[in-house]
C-alpha cells in the first residue's frame, strides 16, 4: 500500500490554471497507477484522469482531455495534474488513488485524502 497526498489545490478564477500533485513516501509508489477522481458536492464522483505505473499511458476524460494533462515523476514519487483554462464547474475536492490503473472508483483501495479546487467567476 501507500499513503497519498494531494497538493496544489486553492482558490483561481477562471481561465486560470492549477497543478495538483499526488506524492507518496513509499518506494512501491512506481509500482501503481495513479488516477484522479473529484466530487462535487450533489454530483456523482467523476473520473479525471489516469497514469499506468509507468507513466507511458496517460489518459484523460474525454470531456477533459483538451484542458487537462497528467503526468508523473517516479523519481519523485509523485503524479501531477495539470489544469488549464479553468472553469466554475471545475470547482470540486480532487482525489488521487492509486492501483491498476483503471477508470472505475470503486476498484482503487489506496485514496489520498482530497484537495479542494475552487474556480471563481
Known amino acids: 500500500q501507500v499513503q497519498l497526498k494531494e497538493s496544489g489545490g486553492g482558490l483561481v478564477q477562471a481561465g486560470g490554471s492549477l497543478r495538483l500533485s499526488c506524492s507518496a513516501s513509499?518506494?512501491?509508489?512506481?509500482?501503481?497507477?495513479i488516477a484522479w477522481f473529484r466530487h462535487a458536492p450533489g454530483k456523482e464522483q467523476e473520473f479525471v484522469a489516469v497514469?499506468?505505473?509507468?507513466?507511458?499511458?496517460?489518459f484523460v476524460a474525454t470531456s477533459l482531455k483538451d484542458r487537462f494533462t497528467i503526468s508523473r515523476d517516479n523519481g519523485k514519487k509523485t503524479v501531477y495534474l495539470q489544469m488549464n483554462s479553468l472553469r466554475i464547474e471545475d470547482s470540486a475536492p480532487y482525489f488521487c488513488?492509486?492501483?491498476?490503473?483503471?477508470?472505475?472508483?470503486?476498484?482503487?483501495?489506496?485514496w489520498g485524502q482530497g484537495i479542494q479546487v475552487t474556480v471563481s467567476s
Open positions: 513509499e518506494r512501491t509508489f512506481s509500482n501503481y497507477a
Open positions: 497514469i499506468s505505473a509507468s507513466g507511458f499511458s496517460p
Open positions: 488513488a492509486a492501483g491498476l490503473g483503471t477508470t472505475k472508483a470503486s476498484e482503487y483501495e489506496n
